[in-house]
């Protein structure tokens, strides 16, 4: 098998990085104030095998109670427990195309049937996508890398028509108008994934969660490593989401910053998919094709996302950064354009 490819992490600083989501803004001071807090003598200790205090933290802060959360070492971690714990040898997972690619290396791992389920033209959900009777059914929602977003009322159209586990992974979610918390209640059948790395800027710690009726929760809790949360990821969890304050403003100005980068990119004359996340993605002419921009913008230390894929390679993701990186981002396109027009 090929195993999952994830974005450049360029371990040398220099270029502006906009291809792996990443919160361009730092995480709460409060998170870096409990670390060093927390960086003492108790590392010697395991941690709380069932990170009780951050799902007691996530129960109070999404509405809902510590028996209906599950934590995870990030929520990729919790995506490969869905697999592991829900999908026996042979059986079906599905998932629309083109989406978060991990989906594929997870099926192929468990041996399980993959049955792929092409979005339309505009990334809504073809009918079909309910009539296959899968174990498990992934929906990215916002999807990567289109930055679309399936309305929730469908989304619990089809959590009721499936006999399977539906995992809608919100990790988007907080950029986006409306999400799936309040389904959990009706489905038993489905599992809400969130994490703290894109809308929490904590991507370097590690931490997700799920939220699911108890029953599924138990489920996967049985699969898990014993000690898979550590301790500093639990304490920068807990004091990030005590602080609604730095979430906020941070949320907001990355809304902010996506409006401008989505009108100029228009003026630029790209197609733009209506984003609903972090990131942007557009759509490139044969006269300038998605990899000749993706090659300039990195020879100018521009990093965005280009994705060699049937149906992705004429398309370009571009994640929302601060305002002084989209700019610079938006008068190199404006060079690289400019040179087409004068050949
Ligand atoms: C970033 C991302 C994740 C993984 O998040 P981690 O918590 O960092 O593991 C999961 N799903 C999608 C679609 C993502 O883009």
Redesign the pocket.
Known sequence: MVGYVPGEQPQDGVYIKLN??ENPYPPSPRVIAALKDAVNEKLRLYPDPNATSVKEKVAEVFNTSPERVMV????????AIVVRCFVGEGEKIIYPYP??L?YKTLSEVQDARECIVNFLEDYSLPEEFLVEDAAVTFI?NP??PSGTMVPVDKVSNIAGKIDGVLVV?E??VDFADDNCLRLVDEHPNLIV??????SYS??GM???FAVAQEDLIKGMIKVKDSYNVDRLSMTAAIAALEDHETFRINIDRIKKTREHLINSLKKLGFFVYPSQANFVMIKCSDALTAKSIYLRLKEQKILIRYIEQPRLDDCLRITVGTDDEINALLETLAKINNSLKIL
């Open positions: 792996t989501n995870g070492n990030g929520s990729d971690e919790l995506l989406s978060y991990l990215c999807n990567s992974d990790a988007y994934l969130r994490t703290l790395s894109k904590l991507a590690r931490l997700g």
